[in-house]
């Protein structure tokens, strides 16, 4: 692991306490070019975590709280007719490298569906007008379990635009004690910039897939396809968001050629929000696709 890594894991570590394999696989998504969805109770860290994140990186972000009243328009922008007498662009909050959507699944099926195509093209389309993104694009978004008052549950394409989604949980006893016991919070700083950020991105491109990984990887993605486990099957883009994921993985831990341990790492953050209805949202519940998939599939054929 690179001593920017280290440096990024042990910040944020600091700041949610006890949660390194969740924190581990947040950054992973994001050197995976992956947008991250943290779904938990109220009161769990997840806008902590996201800024954190944010500001870890060393990227510019805008922090969006979805609302039921929310329009479109409040996300991606608007023109107005200005004293010039002509339409100027104002942008909204979605240009910017990392955006926070806090609480995204209070917003209506509307707003969240203004997201779509940021999210798979880093651009969006406003006035017949094709308007790029900044360089890295990240939606890092906060979701309330469904059972929750005003919500609305995500579709599964939109699910699917999440490249990992993750669950904090409750601390232990012990380290809920240690956050009580805090007197004055971590003020967080950027250990990396957008130009290290986008290096280290390529790098885990470069990481080296064997054979037999690959074919481990297909055996789990056919296995969701036609052994009739799951409700939903994993897509070609759900193979590839697999594969990204399992490299960054790898890369995170200081090698440069992928193991079947690295897919196992990532599969159910991965896969399983894809895997089970967009409805089915039972905390702590959520590994039981991906756990009997990974069961069935030998890593060694």
């Known amino acids: 692991m690179t001593q920017p890594l280290r440096e990024i894991l042990h910040t944020l570590n600091q700041v949610i306490l006890g ?19 943290i779904e938990d109770l109220p009161g769990m860290g997840k806008t ?23 329009l ?39 707003t969240q569906s203004a997201l779509l195509e940021a999210m798979a093209e880093r651009q969006v389309s406003i006035d017949r007008e094709t308007r790029a993104l900044p360089e890295p694009f990240f939606v890092i978004a906060t979701q309330n379990p469904q059972d929750q008052a005003g919500t609305y549950p995500l579709p599964e394409s939109q699910l699917d635009r999440f490249l990992m989604r993750i669950e904090l949980g409750y601390p232990d006893q012990a380290t809920e004690k240690q956050m009580l016991l ?46 009739g486990l799951t409700p939903h099957a994993l897509s070609p883009r759900a193979s590839q968001a697999l594969l990204s994921a399992a490299r960054a993985w790898a890369y995170m831990a200081g090698r440069d050629y992928l193991l079947p341990d690295d897919i196992q790492a990532v599969f159910a953050p ?6 089970r209805n967009a409805t089915s949202s039972v905390i702590g519940q959520r590994q039981s696709f991906s756990r009997a998939l990974l069961e069935r599939v030998d890593p060694v054929q």
Do not use: W
């Open 19 to 37: 949660k390194q394999e969740e924190i581990q696989l947040a950054v992973c998504c994001l050197l995976a070019k992956g947008h991250l969805l």
């Open 182 to 227: 805090q007197t004055q919070q971590l003020k967080v700083t950027p250990k990396l910039d957008s130009q290290h950020l986008q290096l280290m991105q390529q790098q885990v491109t470069q990481v080296r897939v064997a054979d037999a990984a690959l074919d481990y990887l297909l055996g789990l993605v056919h296995e969701s396809r036609y052994a």
């Open 72 to 110: 479109p328009a409040d996300l991606l922008g608007v023109s107005v007719f200005e004293q010039q007498r002509e339409f100027v662009f104002h942008p909204g909050p979605i240009f910017t490298q990392v955006l926070l959507a806090d609480e995204i699944n209070r917003g209506s099926p509307r």
């Open 270 to 275: 991965v896969a399983e929000h894809r895997l």
């Open 48 to 70: 902590t975590l996201a800024h954190a994140l944010a500001t870890v990186m060393g990227l510019d972000y805008q922090r969006v709280q979805f609302t039921s009243d929310m």
